[in-house]
């Protein structure tokens, strides 16, 4: 009986045991995070590529919310973001000098490009060449479509950008502002035969189902960088600084970065962002 006892007790010290062990190695929840990011990095299917790599590592769920820089850069004002990942230099570096954000870092960079039809009746390709603002200029002096992002994005910034250089306020019919995504405005304009400023990488993704094809592009004013910026925690108690930073880093890290140098080199035989993080 004394023998059964204590069989009995030494099975049970031992189950208790395996369970402290088991429940000791079982992975932690490490909660989720909002990453407020571009339509851009979302359209090009670079999230999808990168993203789970970073869940499956980390434990940490990212949720999306794909929106303009204009709406992400609010959103990390609003403290409704983590993190944001967007392409507006100056626009973030004066949202972190607000202190919106604890710092900037670079990420990776692309280049913005004009699309339009294959005719290209403006003459693009041999009157503007290279030249984004002869070219900018040549569209308005024709009064041909073009499809304006018209959402506060940083592509839509960068087109502002141009046009005021070139000293001219878009107006009339030819010039339509959609107010949607890059790949919604790229199907508008795809549809209308018009020109648009779009960055490469959505282009690309897109290239196969649609006509448009790009017309301008080396000006280095159309260099289009992204940044990312973790949300100041002082913000609310809701903000997962700890998840931000764990994804801050993981981006910036050898491992994120050479995933961004290869994202779409077996498709289109070229990255669509170059990965450029310090």
Sequence with gaps: MRKSYKRVASVFLILMLSGVVLFGCAPKDAGSIILATTTSTENSGLLDAIIPVFEEETGIEVKVVAVGTGKALQMGRDG???VLLVHAKQREITFVEEGHGTERFEVMYNDFVIIGPKDDPVNLLTEAKADVIAGVKLIA??????????????????ERNLWAEAGIEPSGDWYVSAGRGMGDVIQMADEKQAYT??????????????DLVVLLEGDSKLFNQYGIIPINPEKNEAINN?????????????EAQELIAGFGVEKFGEALFIPNAE
Excluded: P, Q, Y
């Design 80 to 82: 409704e973001a983590d």
């Design 197 to 210: 400023l779009t960055d490469r990488a959505t282009f690309l993704a897109l290239s196969e189902t649609i």
């Design 242 to 254: 700890e998840g931000a930073m764990e994804f801050v880093n993981w981006i910036l890290s050898d």
């Design 141 to 158: 002096k024709g009064e041909f479509f073009f499809v304006s992002r018209g959402d506060d994005s940083g592509t839509h910034t960068k």
